[in-house]
């Protein structure tokens, strides 16, 4: 059966590092992968997406990679801030002919220290 | 700019008792979906809609409905409660289903005792 695995146990990252969250997946061929945020008492809110032919997107200090080989997506927050602190959830989209809808990871607790 | 609206934002339950979570998008998305979050766990998907008169199971949709008369509105049914339910529940909604970002609303959180 379809597996994602994420860092479930809490990240905690020192203000300014570079944080990183990964994202494991098995018996699965996604056509793309996105990660959301979560905070809590909250909706998910989408960040970036990453296509099967695709290996690395950036958007301002976030960053992607997608290893379709490895079966990984690597999830950067590069110059990281309090305010970064938040679950950060993995989601596969469908495989060809797949249901719709997305596969989602238990998500990363990610914590920015002052 | 509303986005996705759900209503209730909390509800509770008795066992046997049935609801309807209220969820509406203004986005004129044709895709919308029902998801469920327990502790610790990925959302899990429930049902999904990929238009006004179409729906479809998805990871676990035993014990739930769902209609989609309009492309604004996917309430999702609960008959017969059981404490198996308590959860928080997230409609969802995107443009198509072709890699665009879904778009969540605040969630209901439900339990039932």
């Known amino acids: 059966s379809q597996k994602i695995e994420q860092n479930s146990e809490a990240l905690n990252i020192q203000e300014g590092k570079t944080a990183t969250l990964t994202c494991n997946y098995t018996n699965y061929s996604p056509a793309y992968l996105q990660w959301y945020r979560q905070d809590p008492g909250r909706g998910p809110v989408f960040l970036l997406l990453i296509r099967e032919n695709e290996k690395e997107k950036r958007k301002e200090r976030l960053k992607v990679t997608f290893d379709t080989t490895l079966k990984q997506s690597l999830f950067h927050i590069t110059a990281s801030q309090p305010a970064d602190s938040a679950t950060y959830l993995c989601?596969?989209?469908?495989?060809?002919?797949?249901?719709?809808?997305?596969?989602f990871g238990k998500g990363t607790h990610l914590i920015i220290q002052p | 700019n509303a986005g996705v609206t759900q209503t209730p934002k909390f509800r509770i339950l008795k066992i046997g008792q049935s609801m309807t979570l209220q969820c509406t998008q203004d986005?004129?998305?044709?895709?919308m979906y029902w998801y469920r979050q327990d502790p610790g766990m990925g959302l899990k998907l429930i049902y999904y809609s990929v238009g006004a008169g179409i729906t479809d199971k998805g990871e676990v949709p035993n014990g739930y409905n769902v209609s989609r008369s309009t492309t604004e509105d996917f309430p999702l049914r609960l008959e017969l409660a059981a404490p198996s339910q308590t959860s928080v529940y997230f409609c969802?909604?995107?443009?198509?289903?072709?890699?665009?970002?879904?778009?969540f609303g605040q969630g209901t959180r439900l339990t039932v005792v």
């Open positions: 969802a909604s995107s443009p198509d289903r072709a890699g665009t970002e879904a778009f």
């Open positions: 989601a596969l989209g469908p495989s060809g002919g797949g249901a719709d809808g997305l596969t």
């Open positions: 986005m004129n998305h044709n895709y």
